[in-house]
């Protein structure tokens, strides 16, 4: 599969865009800032968490 530089840039604008709100829902500190670290790393175990669900482990 091949893809041209503008599909290239539009794949990753949605990819980061998406990384961003995750960080945001699972990393915001009830003062209203975001800690990215916490919020990347809460995402990550979810999306694990999840996928572990859906096979039954869980």
């Known amino acids: 599969m091949s893809w041209t530089a503008q599909e290239v840039d539009e794949r990753l604008k949605g990819i980061m865009a998406s990384i961003h ?14 800690n990215y670290v916490k919020g990347a790393n809460v995402a990550g175990f979810m999306k694990v968490a999840r996928a572990m669900m859906a096979q039954g482990v869980l």
């Not at 709100?21 to 975001?34: I, S």
């Open 21 to 34: 709100e995750q960080c945001c829902k699972y990393g915001t500190n009830p003062d209203g800032t975001v």
